[in-house]
T-cell receptor, first 114, second 112 residues
């Protein structure tokens, strides 16, 4: 049972445009959500996060939106740059018996074309 | 500051062989985790150690064992490797009051 889902395996956008990456979750007990970015042959690196008590968090070109009623979050990148081309993982924390474990989605590969 | 260091970076095993993946962190983090990454599956938790002296199973523990050697080191052992264990393995650590992990650069394992 996939508790965190990223239904779009890939996304291609033009440089300068907005990139929107989506993530859905099923467990209403999740209380914190994170986005990680991964380049080939490297480990994932933390990008941005949001607590379940908020609906938006912004950090420079990156904004994460959380819609709790829909159990949906999205990552907006504006403007997109070629260096943003990477795999993006959505992750969630919380739920019963939580011990700091993160549940990850399948990942979305973003390609930003010059 | 090295962060999380994983060794080896690459390994090829024959079916039935055993090996240990090493992970060490120098950030004085309490919690450490082992994930595997497979195409279309994302990152799946194998085992974790919430604090020194404790280990627990994650989502896909079968075929693996772990040892939390001390606060710095958390190793993952494959006793009898199988082709289904071909994957990229990531070790991560975090401090108890943070949600986010720091990941190592991964070990790419191929079992033939």
């Amino acid at each position: 049972d996939q508790q965190v889902k990223q239904n779009s395996p890939s996304l291609s956008v033009q440089e300068g445009r907005i990139s929107i990456l989506n993530c859905d979750y099923t467990n209403s007990m999740f209380d914190y959500f994170l986005w990680y970015k991964k380049y080939p042959a490297e480990g994932p690196t933390f990008l941005i996060s949001i607590s379940s008590i908020k609906d938006k968090n912004e950090d420079g070109r990156f904004t994460v939106f959380l819609n709790k009623s829909a159990k949906h979050l999205s990552l907006h990148i504006v403007p997109s740059q070629p260096g943003d081309s990477a795999v993006y993982f959505c992750a969630a924390s919380g739920g019963s018996g939580n011990t700091g474990k993160l549940i990850f989605g399948q990942g979305t590969t973003l390609q930003v074309k010059p | 500051n090295a962060g999380v260091t994983q060794t080896p970076k690459f390994q090829v095993l024959k079916t039935g062989q055993s090996m240990t993946l090493q992970c060490a962190q120098d950030m004085n983090h309490n919690s450490m985790y082992w994930y595997r990454q497979d195409p279309g599956m994302g990152l799946r938790l194998i085992y974790y150690s919430a604090s020194e002296g404790t280990t627990d199973k994650g989502e896909v523990p079968n075929g693996y064992n772990v040892s939390r050697l001390n606060k710095r080191e958390f190793s993952l052992r494959l006793e009898s490797a199988a082709p289904s264990q071909t994957s990229v393995y990531f070790c991560a650590s975090k401090e108890v009051y943070n949600y986010g992990y720091t990941f190592g650069s991964g070990t790419r394992l191929t079992v033939v």
